[in-house]
């Protein structure tokens, strides 16, 4: 499989991805009291904002990788 045809698949996938889950969420544990054996901790959920600008830019960017990987072959 050609270069540009590899990169822009995966830009496409990378693409459509984002735009369904348009953030990436994770959860921290912190510890907020210990004493000796005694340990209480907390979580806490985060979500990083993706938007949904930066799918459409990997999928558009993927499609003319694509093109260009068929007009090179």
Request: proline share 5%; glycine share 10%.
């Amino acid at each position: 499989m050609k270069k540009y045809t590899l990169i822009g698949i995966i830009l496409i996938v990378a693409g459509i991805t984002a735009l369904a889950y348009q953030g990436i969420t994770y959860t921290n544990r912190d510890k907020v009291v210990n004493l000796g054996p005694v340990q209480i901790t907390a979580e806490k959920t985060k979500t990083i904002p993706l938007p949904p600008i930066v799918g459409a830019v990997a999928l558009v960017g993927g499609i003319a990788l694509l093109v260009v990987g068929r007009r090179k072959s």
